[in-house]
């Protein structure tokens, strides 16, 4: 009997022995558990944080991701300038008309010569409290295309505006080309000006090969 009592005492020590190791397994288990959680956490955190600063200001992303679709879907160019006239002694209407007809042939063909291979349109509105004078161009081997709704005869003052659109080049070379033959037209027809808006895009744009 006592042998008996002596081996059921061994085989308690050696089942408590088996559950004191099983529960520490379990409990590194769970540590393990923990440790990978929290890592896991961790990493997903820094994933997230590094996805955020991936996003600059979403206005300016707007607009460059607006510009990059301009550039590489359609590849046009444009540029618009206002430009207010006035004339002390007054100009008429029928050098008005001639002026604007040379100014828009001009500009047009100096986009042209300068690698442009599409007009997009050339447009312009020439008004004061008088009416105004519309005229456009779609193709370049098309003449003018002119709208006077002007009811004076005697021009003293008046705001024009030219915008450009035109395919093959960029906005800063649209907007050189509109500029280097610009005065030289004022200059001919004797009209006085001083350009008040320079609608170009030069700061925003993005870099393009030459």
């Known amino acids: 009997m006592k042998r008996l009592k002596r081996n059921c005492s061994a085989n308690n020590t050696k089942g408590d022995q088996m559950h004191r190791d099983d529960h520490d ?60 006239i006035m004339s002390a002694k007054g100009l008429s209407k029928d050098n008005v008309l001639k002026f604007i007809d040379d100014l828009m042939v001009t500009v047009t063909k100096s986009c042209m010569d300068n690698g442009a291979d599409l007009v997009g349109h050339v447009k312009s509105f020439f008004s004061n409290d008088d009416g105004s004078i519309m005229s456009s161009i779609v193709d370049h081997r098309a003449p003018t295309r002119i709208k006077d709704s002007m009811s004076s005869d005697k021009i003293y003052k008046a705001r024009f505006m030219l915008h450009i659109i035109v395919h093959g080049i960029w906005d800063d070379r649209v907007r050189e080309s509109v500029l280097d033959v610009l005065d030289g037209i004022f200059q001919k027809w004797n009209v006085p000006y ?17």
């Open 25 to 84: 397994h379990e409990h590194e288990h769970d540590d393990d558990h923990e440790h990978n959680h929290d890592h896991e956490h961790d990493d997903d955190h820094e994933h997230d944080h590094d996805h955020e600063d991936d996003h600059g200001n979403p206005a300016d992303e707007h607009d460059k991701l607006h510009l990059e679709i301009h550039r590489a879907v359609d590849e046009l160019g444009k540029y618009a300038i206002d430009i207010d």
């Open 194 to 210: 001083e350009v008040t808006a320079d609608h170009s895009d030069v700061e925003r744009s993005i870099t393009h090969p030459s």
